[in-house]
């Protein structure tokens, strides 16, 4: 009885580690290492939560149309080591922000670096690629 039950148990154990083990996406899942591109526009949110932090974003385009774009960063406990913090973004900022675009061609990019209108740089040093 001891030996099914201890068993059962690793099967479960197992199991729950390997859901967790695969939630987590690759970097070049998402986004094109070899694609680069930069948005100028105004900070709606900037939410300074695990497992990335997000950053939306108000772009005008060409046409003078609003884009809602998402900005994914890092995680917030790298982020830290880089300078930010909850209040390094506030709604309403004018930002520039580089990063690398995704792959589906979406309004979604994964962050390299964040500059203020002013030209004062969100943190320290580049986001690269794979900094989780």
Known sequence: MNVRLC???????LALASSHSGAHHSFSVHYDA?????????ATEFRFTNPHAILLLDVTNEAGETEHWTVETTAPVYLRRFGWSADSISPGDRLTVEGWASRDGS???????ATRAD??????????????
Do not use: N, W, Y
């Open 34 to 42: 070899q694609k680069m591109i930069t948005k100028e526009g105004v």
């Open 107 to 113: 309004h979604f990019m994964r962050i390299r670096s």
């Open 7 to 13: 068993s059962c148990a690793g099967v479960v154990v």
């Open 119 to 132: 030209g004062t740089v969100v943190g320290r040093g580049p986001l690269d690629a794979g900094d989780e």
